[in-house]
């Protein structure tokens, strides 16, 4: 049963912490990548007039053509945007403990920052059953006789 009041979606924007390691899968062939993403909030303390980074580490999956995708295109310092849903799996270690991990599933990655080299193809993979949406947002309606951005003050 499906909980209609439930939402597991996480957008980050960070930096990775080094290439992704692919794998195809065994049974099926499909691919995995994995890798690690960095944020950083900054606090700043009024009293102590002293400001503190601190860097979150996130572990990231991406599974198929986004896997691919990441492989191929996504290096250590990159920053992107990840779109994806927290996923908790058990597993056991060589000892034989019960163990598990917290991870974030990626549904599409967004290539961010300045680009090196020449042209790169940007990966959004839509989520299954997800409504289009035009590449520019706003594109199918005019609000006059210049368009939408007639009123714009610049």
Known sequence: ????????????????????????????????????????????NPQTK??????????????????????????????VLIEGKIRTRPWQDKEGNKRTTTEIEAFSIILLGRREGG????SHEPLPGAPSVPDFPGEEESTG???????VPF
């Open 1 to 44: 049963m499906r909980d209609i009041n439930s939402l597991n979606k996480v957008l980050l924007v960070g930096r990775l912490g080094g290439k992704p390691e692919l794998r195809y899968l065994p049974q099926s062939e499909r691919a995995i990548a994995r890798f690690s993403l960095a944020t950083n909030e900054r606090s700043f």
């Open 50 to 79: 002293e400001s503190r980074d601190h860097t979150e580490w996130h572990k990231i999956v991406a599974w198929g053509k986004l896997a691919e995708f990441a492989e191929k295109y996504l290096a250590q310092g990159r920053q």
């Open 119 to 122: 042209a790169e193809p940007v």
């Open 145 to 151: 006789p210049g368009g939408p951005d007639d009123d």
